[in-house]
């Protein structure tokens, strides 16, 4: 036989929560609690009227209990970069003359801008941090062919 259902503590926590859940997480969470409680039912059951496994169903129902009948709130999933060299509002500083001089027709030479870098940060960094660094603010590498792929001497000096 199983174990008698826990949770009655939290039991009018997960009656209010039923009633005013707005995600299908906290939906869940409120009826693993009350379902067990209220009705009887095993854990099998329970999984199986909110359509997740057994383990989830348990998951569930621990982490409302736990958290003293409030549902839990969504993790805000994470985002940006966690491994910046500089800040973004740096980095448009630090290219600022670089940037302004391409602009004005010259050549944007990336092993200077490496060089500069490395100098600014204090340690070596790898070439492509410097692409990827160019490649956030916009700039990309153009350079012409030396030649075309069909090109033919002997048909241009007879034409």
């Known amino acids: 036989m199983a174990r008698p259902a826990t949770g009655r503590e939290v039991l009018a926590q997960a009656k209010a929560a039923l009633a005013s859940a707005r995600t299908k997480e906290a ?4 009826q693993a609690v009350l379902l067990p409680l209220e009705h009887g039912l095993s854990m099998d059951e329970v999984a199986a009227i909110l359509g997740i496994s057994r383990g989830w169903a348990c998951k569930l129902r621990r982490r409302f209990i736990s958290s003293g009948g409030c549902p839990s709130e969504p993790k805000a999933k ?7 060299n500089m800040t973004f509002e740096d980095e ?5 003359p670089y940037l302004e ?6 050549i944007l030479v990336v092993s200077e801008i490496k060089q500069a870098l490395d100098q600014r940060l204090g340690r070596t ?11 956030r603010h ?3 590498k ?18």
């Open 142 to 159: 153009l350079a012409p062919d030396k030649r075309h792929p069909k090109n033919d001497p002997e048909a241009q000096d007879t034409y």
């Open 138 to 140: 916009g700039w990309r």
């Open 78 to 84: 994470r985002g940006g970069r966690r491994r910046e």
């Open 101 to 106: 001089k391409a602009a004005r027709g010259g």
């Open 125 to 135: 960094t790898a070439l492509a941090s410097t692409y990827n660094l160019l490649h």
């Open 92 to 96: 448009v500083d630090f290219l600022a």
């Open 27 to 30: 939906l869940r969470e409120a």
